[in-house]
């Protein structure tokens, strides 16, 4: 069995780039037939696609691609892969496209870019899912023991007797405190049985003497076994732990999130830049003007409505709207309610199909707000919610988006009852403590589908 398992972990990542190349090649093929069947063009130059195979394998095996946490979702393999065709794209647009002045090289550098989307996102996807189903049947474990024994303890073990699919085989526990035959025996008996255990992991609670610990960490290094500590009570939160390192001495970081790892914050900026451009080029140069003039037609006063609200780390900044309202001194203060007197005839289509918060994509492109985020209230609002409802500041940490969790819920528009402000934050939290990008891909999609589908509380 030792040597199954040395065997797969010295062939697998080999066999998970030449995939990755078989995977890279035909992509490049079906990119080229498809240009080719709409163009009369031969696409990506073949002669330089063994540079490109090297390039790619080597930032796969740089970036160790090919290691999969046992632990990980497949959202967290796809990240991978997302951020291995980045630097990918961008390297090979630096050494082929400045030499081909071609416009149809650029369409040619798109397709493929989509199709090595497409084709390696499936396959890194199932093989994700390959080896959690591999190692669910009872392949590719490691034996793990935990060594003392409470509460915490007791619900990894639960975990691992659940999750199989983990690959982690529990051995059981060794504690001094023997408990009704619970435990197989104390930390000395665990030191004489390790080795023909064959332990791969050791897992310690933090109630272990720290004189014991030491003991055991010794131990481990000398055998190479890994040691892992179960945090109490305290630490276990619903968040994501991580640690910083200042010089030999560990800190745990209890509330980091996502989007303070400067790759996620680009990559969402990034997106925002090109999602808001397109907007502004493709609709609003024509929307502003036509709505413009309905407005004008209509009633007295300004285009656009403009109001001050909290942003990123409360910051106030001055959010864009279609006016959809007549000229009033309540608009911070009272919410838009069913058949408000205030709404106009213009103003009330723009509300039902959502086009006032249109002009919000210039917020977007200066900065100020995200596509994707905690819906931004007003000052006033923001103060009394503020003394309400417990943690509210906490959804200022990013962005405020133009749609986000909580709009795709259901929870949009007049907020009449306590519960409804309490379950945006919790949702708002939640969008925070687990962004990533397939999740704003998906409140997209549902933002599209909650405004042709459900406009109860568009008003």
């Not at 909290?310 to 959809?324: A, D, I, M, P, Q």
Request: charged residues 25%; aromatic residues 14%; hydrophobic residues 45%.
């Amino acid at each position: 069995m030792i040597f199954m398992k040395k065997r797969f972990y010295k062939y697998f990542p080999w066999l998970f780039v030449l995939g990755d190349i078989l995977v890279l090649t035909f992509s490049v093929l079906f990119s080229n037939q498809l240009f080719q069947t709409f163009q009369d063009f031969n696409g990506l130059d073949f002669p330089a696609f063994p540079a490109f195979i090297m390039i790619w394998m080597v930032i796969t095996i740089l970036k160790e691609d090919y290691k999969i946490g046992r632990t990980n979702e497949f959202e967290e393999t796809f990240k991978k892969l997302l951020a291995s065709l980045a630097w990918f794209l961008v390297i090979i647009s630096m050494i082929w496209l400045p030499f081909h002045d071609n416009a149809l090289r650029l369409l040619s550098f798109l397709s493929l870019a989509a199709s090595l989307f497409l084709f390696l996102g499936i396959y890194r996807v199932a093989v994700h899912l390959s080896l959690r189903k591999y190692r669910e049947q009872g392949h590719n474990f490691r034996r793990a023991v935990i060594l003392g024994m409470g509460d915490t303890s007791d619900q990894l073990a639960k975990v691992f007797r659940q999750r199989k699919d983990f690959g982690i085989k529990f051995l059981g526990y060794y504690d001094d405190q023997v408990k009704n035959g619970i435990s197989r025996g104390s930390i000395k008996d665990f030191f004489r049985e390790a080795k023909s255990l064959d332990v791969d992991q050791i897992y310690i609670s933090e109630h272990l003497e720290e004189s014991k610990v030491k003991q055991v960490i010794n131990f481990a290094d000398e055998n190479y076994i890994k040691v892992k500590v179960i945090p109490g009570g305290r630490l276990q939160l619903e968040k994501n732990l991580s640690f910083s390192k200042y010089g030999d001495f560990f800190v745990i970081n209890v509330n980091e999130i996502p989007l303070d790892n400067a790759f996620n914050r680009v990559f969402k900026r990034g997106f925002d830049i090109v999602f808001s451009l397109f907007v502004i080029v493709f609709i609003l140069s024509w929307l502003i003007p036509l709505v413009g003039l309905l407005i004008k037609l209509e009633s007295r006063g300004p285009v656009f409505f403009i109001q001050e609200r909290n942003g990123e780390n409360n910051s106030v900044f001055r959010c864009l709207k279609f006016r959809s309202m007549t000229p009033n001194d309540y608009a911070d203060t009272h919410q838009a309610t069913k058949n408000d007197p205030r709404i106009t005839r213009i103003g009330s289509f723009l509300r039902m199909t959502s086009l006032d918060e249109m002009p919000q994509f210039i917020n977007v492109l200066f900065g100020e707000m995200s596509i994707v985020g905690p819906r931004p209230h007003t000052v006033p609002m923001n103060r009394e919610f503020k003394t309400q409802i417990e943690k509210y500041n906490s959804r200022h940490k990013i962005k405020p988006g133009i749609t986000g969790l909580a709009q795709v819920k259901g929870y949009r528009g007049e907020i009449e009852q306590p519960y409804q402000i309490r379950a945006r934050v919790k949702l708002d939290s939640f969008y925070i403590q687990n962004w990533s990008f397939l999740l704003d891909l998906k409140i997209c999609v549902l933002t599209v589908y909650e405004l042709l589908v459900n406009r109860e509380n568009a008003y």
